[in-house]
């Protein structure tokens, strides 16, 4: 089991802002995963950052929205970039070690 | 993305109850991984399956690993309340990206 702790747990933001999701690892990993979901449905992975790498972004995600750094082996941020209503989701970070453990998620709501 | 197609949907059960939920995909996977998420929480990993045909059990969970590699099932015995959450499939090969379901919403009566 890993312990994976990401701030802020929720949010509440004006459209047009940018938010910086922090993501902490408690044991080293090459490969952490940001994702996205919406309430009561599945997850939607945003993009993949290797520590080393630039992030790879899925169909769909583009960086200068969802800017991704990873400095390091224990830490990772996601920013919500230029933010509309659209954006309000939960956003989730994990961790790929023999499995894949995930962060408690980011509740953000844009008004 | 695809997403792995689980079912069913949603269930409502009595306490007691045992459960059964499977997870179905067009690709082979080499692990199958099953994830419960509460309300407010990130999922937890609650089990995985390395080899097809492997039965794996958590307690009162257990899941298979089915022989095409391209399903698995989970089964909860004796249902709780605090069994309540989503339970998500995922599939993966190697250290690739999961493909997740698209869960299953237990509600227990008591």
């Known amino acids: 089991s890993a312990v994976i702790s990401q701030k802020p747990s929720r949010d509440i933001c004006q459209r047009g802002t940018s938010l910086t999701i922090q993501c902490q690892v408690d044991?080293?990993?090459?490969?952490m995963f940001w994702y996205r979901q919406q309430p009561g449905q599945s997850l939607t992975l945003i993009a993949t950052a290797n520590q080393g790498s630039e992030a790879t972004y899925e169909s769909g995600f583009v960086i200068d929205k969802f800017p991704i750094s990873r400095p390091n082996l224990t830490f990772s941020t996601l920013t919500v970039s230029n933010m509309s209503p659209e954006d309000s989701s939960i956003y989730l970070c994990?961790?790929?070690?023999?499995?894949?453990?995930f962060g408690q998620g980011t509740r953000l709501t844009v008004v | 993305g695809q997403q792995l197609n689980q079912s069913p949907q949603s269930m409502f059960i009595q306490e007691g109850e045992d459960v059964s939920m499977n997870c179905t995909s067009s690709s082979i996977f080499n692990t199958w991984l099953w994830y419960k998420q509460e309300p407010g929480e990130g999922p937890v990993l609650l089990i995985a399956l390395y080899k097809a045909g492997e039965l794996t059990s958590n307690g009162r969970l257990t899941a298979q690993f089915g022989i095409t590699r391209k399903d698995s099932f989970l089964n909860i015995s004796a249902s709780i309340p605090s069994d309540v959450g989503i339970y998500f499939c995922?599939?993966?090969?190697?250290?690739?990206?999961?493909?997740f379901g698209t869960g299953t919403r237990l509600t227990i009566i008591p």
């Open positions: 994990s961790a790929q070690y023999t499995e894949a453990f």
């Open positions: 044991s080293q990993v090459t490969m």
């Open positions: 995922a599939g993966q090969n190697g250290n690739e990206k999961l493909t």
